[in-house]
């Protein structure tokens, strides 16, 4: 029988805090108190063995750099070889499921892992942005002697949680006051690429999801007597209340919620209070905080809610169930409609999906960022939506921009200016649904508070024109139009499209839409937007986009604003309807989305055949990409596809002659044979 191999953890430790005593720092070891808003994280946080809280580091400690900065040090020993840290295929560090859940085992048994997940408890329940996740592990070799190996990673907002290696290390004299701040200059000059970033968004979209099925399905099902509007503004008030603000205001913490029956001091009045101190502090017209606070009052306030049983409210516990499942994703940092999906999931199977408003669906992220970027949005854009729902087109039309601006902008102190003055001032949004309205608000919040211009209002009877806050005297100078409208509204929703290129003078539109609307049930809104728009090309998407949610053939018309369509003008057809994703619809799928043959890449290619023409032909041929005409007198001729040539060509002539010589050999073959036969050959 094998011997079993001793853990040498008890040694590792003792060298390791050995160090740290011999460098004077102020480390606590695993069952002391490091700060109350830390441990408060740690205990809250599901442990490394998939239990319920009660996370204990080896060693922490809180450590100061020179610009007065914080950095919580988390740091796990381990006693066997090959036990420091195990990574992914992507190279980075393991700790989820190939379905995107925790991996207990992994976490519990390697030294990095078990600190990376002890630093996620840090960016989900406390202010902290930046951590320091240290992992250590080592054996005895044949001689006796103690063989080590650290591993030490950086955890943040920035990437995702993640955790990225910062350098190799033989002790933690890194951590030592006179190093500290050098060590803290190499964290800062990591970054992750673009590619990185991009499949970090994706994972984390996955597990949003996969929460905010299991958040709505606890509240629908354990929580009695909230209706699905309860449940909107409740998730929008949590949220709002554990934002906070840097320096200025606290994140509200569970621990505060008391479940009182004093009045004043109610769960919900405790909530409602943090709410107004955060959006007093954020740039929001003084018009805007008032009809959020109205807004979520209503249900913050209402006895039902704030009554106790047990010890404890039915605010105070689905608070606390927006909180643990959804927190370390909106405090971590976002590019993707959060809310959006948020919406989804709440209205898939109730509310809005058994009444008038079914054909309320919301784009997918990849659409609404392929919106932006026919609509050609750019840093100097003024992009509006008339119909925004949860403003995703507008979050993906914002993340363009500041793409753009980070590229464009090298100035740091200009760059800041500019990202301020889109975020206020170069978007704006009509939704006349108020819970969905609310959703938009803390959207854009959550995305860096681009929420100033999204407007409670009918587009089509109460609109302007005009900015909704501020300069409410001023025309928005809309350069760019996205949209997803109801397609239960007139002309499948064209109204909405001929109403907002009316009030532009130039730029361009994308806007996807049921393609009935190209093809006779929206023709005089077409030949009236034709009389002061071109379309410059008709997309037809793949049937099943919107799996799930709604099953209509849907298409993207693109166009010029501010120039009559001539009967001469190009018009780009093109047959997307193969995109390289691969859709299912599977309750208990972890992926419902797959890249199965370069959908990036041919996303890409559309953008630039719309921009470009057929040059830019790659995965797509001309039996997809057809340039053609449409009558602007017409209105139902959009939605055109390349015509199949029926002439025959010589090629076609020469197969036709060699089959029929083929035929014909082998028939004088087989005569020959049965000539033979017959003669008794």
Do not use: C
């Not at 784009?363 to 392929?370: D, G, H, R």
């Not at 005009?466 to 929703?493: H, I, R, W």
């Amino acid at each position: 029988m094998a011997k079993k191999v001793q853990s040498v953890e008890p040694n590792i430790a003792d060298l390791a805090n050995g160090w740290l005593k011999s460098y004077k720092l102020p480390y606590k070891l695993e069952q002391e108190s490091l700060n109350a808003e830390i441990d408060q994280a740690l205990n809250d946080y599901a442990s490394k063995s998939g239990g319920e809280g009660g996370n204990r580091p080896d060693a922490k400690l809180l450590l100061r750099d020179k610009n007065l900065k914080d950095y919580p040090i988390l740091i796990e020993y381990k006693g066997y070889k090959d036990k420091l840290v195990k990574l992914d295929a992507d190279r980075k560090v393991a700790n989820k499921t190939a379905k995107n859940l925790p991996d207990f085992k992994t976490i519990n048994s390697y030294a990095v892992n078990g600190a990376v997940h002890y630093a996620n408890a840090i960016l989900h329940y406390t202010s902290f942005t930046d951590i320091i996740a240290i992992g250590m592990t080592g054996f005895k070799d044949d001689a006796g002697k103690l063989q080590y190996e650290i591993g030490v990673y950086y955890v943040s907002k920035s990437n995702f949680g993640i955790g990225q290696k910062v350098d190799d290390y033989t002790d933690f004299s890194f951590l030592k006051k006179d190093n500290f701040d050098l060590f803290i200059d190499k964290v800062k000059q990591l970054q992750l690429t673009p590619e990185e970033i991009e499949k970090l968004r994706e994972h984390r979209e996955q597990e949003i999801n996969a929460s905010l099925v299991k958040l709505n399905n606890d509240i629908y099902q354990n929580e009695k007597g909230l209706s699905e509007r309860d449940r909107v503004y409740l998730v929008a008030a949590s949220i709002i209340a554990t934002l906070g603000v840097p320096g200025k205001v606290a994140a509200l913490e569970k621990a505060e919620l008391k479940s009182s029956t004093e009045d004043g001091n109610r769960d919900g009045d405790i909530i409602l209070r943090k709410i107004k101190a955060f959006l007093n502090e954020k740039s929001l017209p003084q018009e805007k905080r008032d009809l959020i606070v109205r807004t979520l009052q209503n249900t913050l306030t209402t006895e039902n809610i704030n009554k106790v049983e047990n010890g404890e409210s039915q605010l105070k516990r689905v608070f606390t169930k927006i909180i643990d499942d959804l927190g370390i994703y909106y405090k971590i940092g976002l590019s993707t409609d959060f809310t959006g999906k948020l919406f989804n999931e709440m209205y898939s199977w109730l509310g809005f999906s058994q009444d008038k408003l079914n054909d309320v669906v919301l784009t997918p992220s990849y659409v609404a960022t392929l919106l932006a970027r026919l609509a050609r949005v750019n840093r100097n854009s003024y992009v509006w939506d008339f119909a925004t729902g949860s403003a995703g087109l507008l979050v993906a039309s914002m993340n363009e921009m500041l793409i753009d601006a980070k590229e464009k902008i090298k100035s740091p102190d200009e760059l800041a200016l500019k990202s301020a003055l889109i975020k206020a001032n170069q978007l704006l949004g009509l939704e006349i649904l108020s819970e969905v309205y609310m959703l938009a608000i803390l959207n854009m919040i959550l995305m860096g508070d681009g929420s100033s211009n999204i407007i409670n209002k009918d587009s089509l009877k109460e609109f302007d024109g005009n900015y909704g806050f501020g300069k409410t005297d001023e025309k928005f100078p809309a350069d760019a139009f996205v949209l997803n409208p109801p397609y239960s509204a007139p002309g499948n929703g064209m109204v909405f499209v001929e109403r907002a290129l009316s009030m532009m003078s130039k730029g361009y539109a994308a806007i996807i839409i049921q393609n009935s609307a190209g093809s006779g049930k929206a023709t005089e809104y077409n030949k009236r937007i034709l009389k002061h728009s071109t379309l410059l090309a008709s997309i037809k998407m793949p049937l099943d986009l919107f799996l799930g949610k709604s099953n209509v053939q849907t298409n993207i018309y693109v166009f010029r604003v501010g120039e009559a369509h001539q009967k001469d003008d190009i018009v780009k057809f093109i047959d997307f309807s193969i995109d390289g994703y691969t859709r299912t619809n599977r309750k208990k799928a972890s992926v419902n989305l797959r890249d199965t043959d370069h959908a990036k890449e041919r996303y890409a290619e559309l953008v630039s055949l719309v921009r470009f023409g057929k040059g830019m032909l790659n995965y797509y041929s001309e039996k997809e990409y057809y340039e053609g005409h449409i009558d602007p007198e017409n209105g139902a001729d959009w939605n055109q596809t390349a015509p199949i040539d029926t002439r025959p060509t010589l090629e076609d002539f020469k197969k036709t002659v060699s089959d029929y010589l083929a035929w014909e050999v082998s028939n004088l073959l087989k005569q020959q044979d049965l000539e033979d036969d017959r003669l008794g050959k």
